[in-house]
């Protein structure tokens, strides 16, 4: 059984920087593609950030530049460093594993079988 939980959400004010947590178990996180997806109200799952087992990272437009992902496999935990945080980036947020390690240029949520139960950033103005 592969479990997800996030970490490291809250209420912060534009500007400053948050780090984003997902200890997995059931899976290692070297051997599986690993991301990150954000929900907003009234708004679908959108991608983020990821990173696939051979290291490889991709971005969300939105993020590139400002959001990291990164893994420590002695953990098993991936991470989500989030830098000049702006409202728009109030969201949900979730991580999400593909344990085939699949490739697919334009990552969505339907690559992914495992979630986790998400953890709310809020980005005041």
């Known amino acids: 059984q592969v479990q997800l939980v996030e970490s490291g959400g809250g209420l912060v004010q534009a500007g400053v920087s948050l780090k984003l947590s997902c200890g997995v178990s059931?899976?290692?996180?070297?051997?599986?593609?690993m991301a990150w997806f954000c929900q907003a109200p009234g708004k679908e799952r959108e991608f983020v950030a990821r990173?696939?087992?051979?290291?490889?990272?991709s971005y969300a437009g939105p993020v590139k530049g400002r959001f990291t992902i990164s893994r420590d496999n002695a953990k098993n935990t991936v991470y989500l460093q989030m830098n000049s945080l702006k409202p728009e980036d109030t969201a949900v947020y979730y991580c999400?594993?593909?344990?085939?390690?699949?490739?697919?240029?334009?990552?969505?949520?339907?690559?992914?079988?495992?979630w986790g139960q998400g953890t709310q950033i809020t980005v005041s103005s």
């Open positions: 990173i696939r087992s051979s290291g490889y990272t």
């Open positions: 999400a594993t593909d344990i085939n390690n699949r490739f697919y240029w334009s990552p969505a949520p339907g690559q992914y079988e495992y």
């Open positions: 059931g899976r290692t996180v070297s051997s599986a593609a």
